[in-house]
C-alpha cells in the first residue's frame, strides 16, 4: 500500500472516512493520501440565474473557488496532524464531474485504493449520492466507510462467496503479501437459502483452501432468504472489522440490483466494505 485518494466534499461523512484514512496510515504501509475535490460548474449554472434569479458572476465562482481551496487546507492540516509524520499529503481540485476527476487522478497518480464515506440516506453528501457509481467504475479497490465508524485493525474480515464465485477468491492473494496491508483471518459465507451446497460442502472447503492457503480461513453457511440481511447479520455476530466484496458478476454486491445495493450500505452502519477488482 503505498497512495491512498480520498474524494472529499467536507462533509461529516467525508470528514470521517479522512479521519478513518489517517488512522489506518499508522498500521499501514501508506507513503502519500491524496484529497480531491470537485468544482465542477455546469454551462447550465454558468448562463442560468440562480433559484433567487441572481446571475452568478466570473467573482462568484472564483470566491467558491477559494473558499474550497481554504477548506482543503484545513482538512490537510488536520490529517497531517492525525497522520504518521512520514505520509505525504496531497490535495487536489478538479473542475471535471466526481467521476471523471476520480478517474483523472487514478490515471494520473496510480493509487492502491480509494476511500469514500459512505452515508446513504444521511445527511446530504455530493460523494455520498454517487457512492455506487464510484465503486463501480473504480479501477482501483474502494473501501466504503459508514457513517461514524472509527478505524479498528482488521483482524477478521468477511467474505461472502458462492459456488459460482469461488475461482474469484484467488485475487485475496494479492492482499496480504509484504508491500500491502491485510491479512486478517477469512470467514468465507456463503448465503444460501436454497441449500444448493448441501452434499457439495466437502467440494467447496476444498476449492476455497486451495485458492486462499495463504490464509486462516473457515466456511461458514446461511440459510436467509434476504441476501443483504444475511450477510449483514453475520457479520454483526461474528465482530467482523471488514466486509470484503469479490469482483465479478457473481459478487454480493455485483449481482445485486442498484436499489439492493442502496439498501445494503444504508443498512451497514458498522461495517467497512473493501470492493476488490
Known amino acids: 500500500m503505498k497512495t491512498i485518494l480520498i474524494p472529499v466534499d467536507f462533509s461529516d461523512t467525508s470528514n ?95 493509487p492502491d485504493l480509494m476511500i469514500v464515506g459512505g452515508d446513504i440516506g444521511g445527511e446530504f453528501s455530493m460523494i455520498g449520492e454517487q457512492i455506487i457509481e464510484i465503486a463501480k467504475s473504480s479501477p482501483v479497490k474502494v473501501l466504503i466507510i459508514p457513517a461514524n465508524t472509527s478505524y479498528q485493525k482488521i483482524e477478521e474480515a468477511l467474505v461472502p462467496c458462492d459456488f459460482e464465485a469461488v475461482a474469484r477468491l484467488g485475487i485475496l492473494k494479492g492482499l496480504n503479501t509484504s508491500h ?33 492457503n495463504c490464509y486462516e480461513c473457515k466456511l461458514h453457511y446461511s440459510d436467509d432468504k434476504n441476501i443483504v440481511r444475511g450477510i449483514l447479520n453475520f457479520a454483526v455476530e461474528q465482530h467482523v472489522q471488514l466486509i470484503i466484496a469479490l469482483p465479478g458478476k457473481h459478487s454480493f454486491f455485483y449481482n445485486l440490483t442498484h436499489s439492493s445495493i442502496t439498501e445494503a450500505l444504508s443498512l451497514n452502519a458498522r461495517h467497512p466494505v473493501l470492493i476488490l477488482k
Open 16 to 110: 470521517n472516512a479522512v479521519k478513518y484514512a489517517a488512522d489506518m496510515g499508522c498500521d499501514m504501509p501508506v507513503k502519500k493520501i491524496i484529497l480531491l475535490k470537485s468544482y465542477y460548474t455546469s454551462v447550465y449554472e454558468q448562463i442560468l440565474p440562480s433559484p433567487d434569479f441572481l446571475q452568478l458572476s466570473a467573482d462568484d465562482f472564483e470566491n467558491e473557488r477559494n473558499k474550497i481551496e481554504e477548506q482543503l487546507v484545513d482538512l490537510r492540516r488536520k490529517l497531517n496532524n492525525r497522520c504518521h509524520e512520514n505520509i505525504e499529503i496531497e490535495t487536489v481540485i478538479s473542475t471535471e464531474p466526481i467521476i471523471r476527476a476520480i478517474h483523472d487522478v487514478i490515471d494520473d497518480q496510480q
Open 180 to 212: 500491502s496491508w491485510l491479512n486478517p483471518k477469512l470467514m468465507i459465507l456463503y448465503v444460501d437459502p436454497k441449500n444448493k451446497h448441501i452434499g457439495r460442502e466437502a467440494e467447496f472447503e476444498a476449492s476455497v483452501k486451495q485458492l486462499v
